[in-house]
Every structure is written in C-alpha cells, then in structure tokens.
C-alpha cells in the first residue's frame, strides 16, 4: 500500500493566519490527491481534488498544490470555522489517508 | 438534495458479522461509484472498497477483501456493506460516501452520517 505521511499531527493558529499542511506519497501518485476537512463528530468534508482543484462552494482561501510525492494544503485568513482536522488522500493504488492534522485555535 | 443515510448503531460479538445499510437519494442512484470508509475512535480514516451500483462491480482493500461484501438494490438506491468475522479492532465509524463524478477520481462529496459499529464481548 502507498503510505501518506502527513505533518503536522497538529498545529496551533490564531485567526487571520496562513496555515499550511504537508502529505508526503511513499511513490508517485501523480496528482491522484484530495483534501478533506473534518468536524468532530462528522463526516468529511471535500475541499480539494487532484491535487489543486477547488470543490465548487469551498472558499478560495483554501487551496492545493503538489505532484509526485510532495503536496500541499493551504488556508490562507484562517477563519474561527476553519478549527478542524484535515486529511489528505491518494486515490492512486488503491486509496489511502494521512493520519490528519488538528489544526486548534492558538 | 443529495442524501446518504445511514442504517443505526450496531453491538456485536467478536466473530458475529455486521450488514451496514446506505439509503440514498437526490442523484442519479446508477451513475456515481459509492465508497465504503471507516475511522476507530481517535483514528484517522481507512478506505474499504467501493462499488459501482449499475452493474454491481466491486473493488475491495486488500486488507477486507475476504471478510467484506458489497452489494446494492436498485429498486431502494440502497447500498450494502457486510463486514464477516467481527475482531475488536473492528470497532468504528463506518461511511458511506458518494463518488463526486464519473471519471476515477476517488474524490467522495457526499457522505452519510456514519454508523458506530462496537466489537465487544
């Protein structure tokens, strides 16, 4: 299985601020990577496919980038409904999650 | 609107089997791969298979693939999973969720509410 390796496990931000998660591919998914958002107690949430695409409705501030095995999410102004935990996910062979990031109010 | 919902909370024994149902509506039932997830408690999420409700095709994780089954009733736009041979690590949150279109991108933007499944004696 393609192991993703996500970092932080968490991370402490005040509101406004840029935050920016990493996944790390075990091999080349190409862009085969979505984020996801997470609420306790809820189902995710889809914010970015293939790698950089923008789910219709997310606000712009989120975005994605990356290729191979390096990606990256970004929130730019967090805002106070941004505290959650993100997951990232290859759907290259077959699919599988980062462990997630908590991102909590600093 | 689009809508997964999900059948309820489940106890079982180790051992016992579990038959999660996933009703859905708002969308073309046939169209769309439905996806199968899980998340122990603290845990992050685990992708278990999928399976496409026109023809009934399946495509499970390894790691499931000989204690998972997958099936759907056209008639109800219900999808099944059936997990065999219940362990306590079993134990989670199981989702449904719906595949966002009709290309490979295992990209799921709908999702149901999810079901705790308890694996304890």
Same mark, same amino acid.
């Given at each position: 299985?393609?192991?993703?390796?996500?970092?932080?496990?968490?991370?402490?931000?005040?509101?406004?601020?840029?935050?920016?998660?990493?996944?790390?591919?075990?091999?080349?998914?190409?862009?085969?990577?979505?984020?996801?958002?997470?609420?306790?107690?809820?189902?995710?949430? =889809?914010?970015?496919? /293939?790698?950089?695409?923008?789910?219709?409705?997310?606000?712009?501030?989120? !975005?994605?980038? +990356?290729? %191979? &095995?390096?990606?990256?999410?970004?929130?730019?102004? =967090?805002?106070?409904? /941004?505290?959650?935990?993100?997951?990232?996910?290859?759907?290259?062979?077959? !699919?599988?999650? +980062?462990? %997630? &990031?908590?991102?909590?109010?600093? | 609107?689009?809508?997964?919902?999900?059948?309820?909370?489940?106890?079982?024994?180790?051992?016992?089997?579990?038959?999660?149902?996933?009703?859905?509506?708002?969308?073309?039932?046939?169209?769309?791969?439905?996806?199968?997830?899980?998340?122990?408690?603290?845990?992050?999420?685990?992708?278990?298979?999928?399976?496409?409700?026109?023809?009934?095709?399946?495509?499970?994780?390894?790691?499931?693939?000989?204690?998972?089954?997958?099936?759907?009733?056209?008639?109800?736009?219900?999808?099944?999973?059936?997990?065999?041979?219940?362990?306590?690590?079993?134990?989670?949150?199981?989702?449904?969720?719906?595949?966002?279109?009709?290309?490979?991108?295992?990209?799921?933007?709908?999702?149901?509410?999810?079901?705790?499944?308890?694996?304890?004696?």
């Amino acid at each position: 299985d393609i192991q993703m390796t996500q970092s932080p496990a968490s991370l402490s931000a005040s509101v406004g601020d840029r935050v920016t998660i990493s996944c790390q591919a075990s091999q080349d998914i190409s862009n085969f990577l979505n984020w996801y958002q997470q609420m306790p107690g809820k189902a995710p949430k =889809l914010l970015i496919y /293939d790698a950089s695409h923008l789910e219709t409705g997310v606000p712009s501030r989120f !975005s994605g980038s +990356g290729s %191979g &095995t390096e990606f990256t999410f970004t929130i730019n102004n =967090l805002q106070p409904e /941004d505290f959650a935990t993100y997951f990232c996910q290859q759907y290259d062979d077959p !699919s599988t999650f +980062g462990g %997630g &990031t908590k991102v909590e109010i600093k | 609107q689009v809508l997964l919902v999900q059948s309820g909370a489940e106890v079982k024994r180790p051992g016992a089997s579990v038959k999660i149902s996933c009703k859905t509506s708002g969308y073309s039932f046939t169209t769309y791969y439905v996806h199968w997830l899980r998340q122990a408690p603290g845990q992050g999420l685990e992708w278990m298979g999928l399976i496409h409700p026109f023809h009934g095709k399946t495509d499970y994780a390894q790691k499931f693939q000989d204690r998972v089954t997958m099936t759907r009733d056209t008639s109800t736009s219900t999808v099944y999973m059936e997990l065999s041979s219940l362990r306590s690590d079993d134990t989670a949150v199981y989702y449904c969720a719906k595949h966002r279109d009709v290309s490979m991108v295992y990209a799921l933007d709908y999702w149901g509410q999810g079901v705790l499944v308890t694996v304890s004696s």
